[in-house]
């Protein structure tokens, strides 16, 4: 078992990640996490930039957003990331990003295709867009939660991505898979009309990457 001083330290690793990697920019997009059906999480704090972060400004909060211990405030984006864990016991992570191409496709209202064998094969197909909500507000958690519903990921209208996982590697791959898909569609849909890889070709994927690949 990660004991949480451990998960903070990969919380702030993977926090840096999301601006090395181009899914965020300053103080932008949030991450969280916890051991699956935990009744606490981890998130990161409100306005503190990443490249200085330590573990102990990471903040531990209850499932209704409250900070167990007196100190950083945490994200405004906690009340997602707390709802995301009531309905979803199996989530270990939860990080929200304003990646580019995702972004472009959010604006449009339009889903991300599944056009690349790996990158749908993780998320397990197209990535949906929800109705809009407003950022930062402590009343829109559940309806994220909801338009999120079993996915992997879901594109947040006029805002970015929440994507979700058993841990954080696997919160952060979804991402990342995310962007990667939106950018492969973006150049695809300016070449001609792409070629989606079949549903049984997802699914089988999916099983495989989650479940099968790597070592066991």
Not at 85 to 102: M, W
Not at 117 to 143: L, N, W
Not at 153 to 173: D, I, Q, R, T, Y
């Amino acid at each position: 078992m990660t004991t949480e001083g451990e998960l903070r330290e990969q919380l702030v690793r993977f926090a840096r990640q999301m601006v090395t990697t181009g899914l965020v920019r300053g103080t932008s997009g949030n991450i969280s996490t916890r051991e699956p059906g935990a009744a606490q999480a981890l998130v990161t704090p409100s306005g503190v930039d990443y490249d200085t972060m330590t573990p102990d400004a990471v903040v531990l909060v209850d499932l209704e957003g409250r900070p167990v211990h007196p100190g950083f405030k945490p994200s405004v984006d906690t009340p997602v990331h707390v709802a995301i864990y009531r309905a979803r016991p199996d989530v270990g992570a939860v990080i929200h990003t304003h990646s580019p191409y995702a972004a472009a496709f959010s604006t449009l209202g339009r889903e991300i295709p599944p056009l690349i064998t790996e990158s749908a094969g993780y998320v397990g197909g197209a990535v949906r867009v929800m109705h809009y909500v407003p950022p930062a507000r402590e009343d829109t958690g559940d309806d994220v939660a909801r338009g999120l519903g079993e996915d992997r990921a879901v594109l947040l209208p006029n805002h970015g991505v929440v994507a979700v996982g058993e841990s954080l590697k696997k919160a952060f791959g979804a991402a990342m898979a995310v962007e990667e898909s939106a950018h492969v569609a973006y150049i695809a849909l300016q070449l001609g009309q792409p070629q989606l890889v079949p549903d049984a070709e997802v699914a089988r994927m999916n099983d495989f990457i989650h479940h099968k690949y790597g070592q066991r």
